[in-house]
Nanobody
Framework: VQLQASGGGLVQPGGSLRLSCAAS????????IAWFRQAAGKDREFVGA????????YYGDSVKGRFTISRDNAKTTIYLQMNSLKPEDTAVYYC??????????????????WGQGTQVTVST
């Protein structure tokens, strides 16, 4: 599976962005999907995920209530809707797909396929 992330850019605090991650090679029906982010000088951080079985979504504490992860019905594109953005949300955002067990849903090791990253900058 190849993943291509897009939708990043510059947005003012309080604004919104929607990131997309398109899959090629196969659908994402059999994979859990996730978004991670990495700010300059910091470790990669879990943002959100939906398990392969669908339904339940998981979010990092810093984005809970503001971000929503989803995928389209054809299961070839995943999205991250980001609302009420803050300067501390500035980072490179990565999409990922894999078959994580429950204990690794929030961890990089749970995902086999990664997109190239898209920069999100929240600033005035």
């Amino acid at each position: 599976v190849q993943l291509q992330a897009s939708g990043g850019g510059l947005v003012q605090p309080g604004g919104s962005l929607r990131l997309s991650c398109a899959a090629s090679g196969r659908t994402l029906s059999n994979y859990g999907i996730a978004w991670f982010r990495q700010a300059a000088g910091k470790d990669r951080e879990f943002v959100g995920a939906i398990r392969r079985s669908g339904g339940i979504a998981y979010y990092g504490d810093s984005v809970k209530g503001r971000f929503t992860i989803s995928r389209d019905n054809a299961k070839t594109t995943i999205y991250l809707q980001m609302n009420s953005l803050k300067p501390e949300d500035t980072a490179v955002y990565y999409c990922a797909a894999g078959t994580p067990i429950l204990s690794s849903v929030r961890e990089e090791r749970g995902y086999h396929y990664w997109g190239q990253g898209t920069q999100v900058t929240v600033s005035t």
